[in-house]
Structures are given as structure tokens and as C-alpha cells.
């Protein structure tokens, strides 16, 4: 069974920076997409950054380009996000999802292992 576990969130100042991380057990396929989404109060649930595993191919979504960074430990079976320049719309509970397959997008529908989510929150 795949299990998915966040940590790493926080309350910081805008500007500042956290890193979040998400441990992953419970399989053994090579190829997969994993990823980071957010959920803000009131607000539908966005992709964020997600990483194929192949290739280390990264997609962020728009309005954390250039901020944010997706990267991934295999020996650790670890997925990171590393968050500067926070603002406070980046505020929302984080959450770490994973599914397996050959190609990978934002699409927060095309993933089937969430966790259980870490809360960011950035203040102005």
C-alpha cells in the first residue's frame, strides 16, 4: 500500500522560505509522478510543482515559477519542495500525491496516493 507522509510546513514572514518534505513507502515501480498541490481556504485544490521520475522532468505551476523548487531523493524515496520568496496567497495546506505512470501534468485528478497534507502559512 502506497503512503504518502508530509512534514516541513510552517508559519513564516513573506519572503522567507520553507522546504517541505514528503516520504514515500509502499511500492516499488521506477517510473512515476510525484508532486506537490495546495488547497487554500475556500479555494479549489492546485498543482503546485510535480516531477517524473524517468528524467527528472519538473512543471511547476504559474505562480510559483522561479520560486519554488520540486526535487526528489531515490535513495531516500523522498520528495522535496524547497519554497522561497513566500507570499501570503501561498498560504494553504500542502499536500504530497504520487501515481503511476509514463507521463505527468498538474491534472490533480490524474493522481490516486494523496497524504495527509502539512499547512503553510506565509504572513504579510
Known amino acids: 500500500q502506497v503512503q504518502l507522509q508530509e512534514s516541513g510546513g510552517g508559519s513564516v514572514q513573506s519572503g522567507g522560505s520553507l522546504k517541505l518534505s514528503c516520504a514515500a513507502s509502499?511500492?516499488?515501480?521506477?517510473?512515476?509522478?510525484m508532486g506537490w498541490f495546495r488547497q487554500a481556504p475556500g479555494k479549489e485544490r492546485e498543482g503546485v510543482a510535480v516531477?517524473?521520475?524517468?528524467?527528472?522532468?519538473?512543471w511547476y505551476g504559474g505562480s510559483v515559477k522561479g520560486r519554488f523548487t520540486i526535487s526528489q531523493d531515490n535513495a531516500k524515496n523522498t520528495l522535496y519542495l524547497q519554497m522561497n520568496s513566500l507570499k501570503p496567497e501561498d498560504t494553504a495546506m500542502h499536500y504530497c500525491a504520487a501515481d503511476f505512470r509514463d507521463s505527468c501534468s498538474l491534472g490533480l485528478y490524474e493522481y490516486n496516493y494523496w497524504g495527509q497534507g502539512t499547512q503553510v502559512t506565509v504572513s504579510s
Open positions: 516531477i517524473y521520475s524517468g528524467v527528472n522532468t519538473a
Open positions: 509502499g511500492y516499488t515501480y521506477s517510473r512515476y509522478c
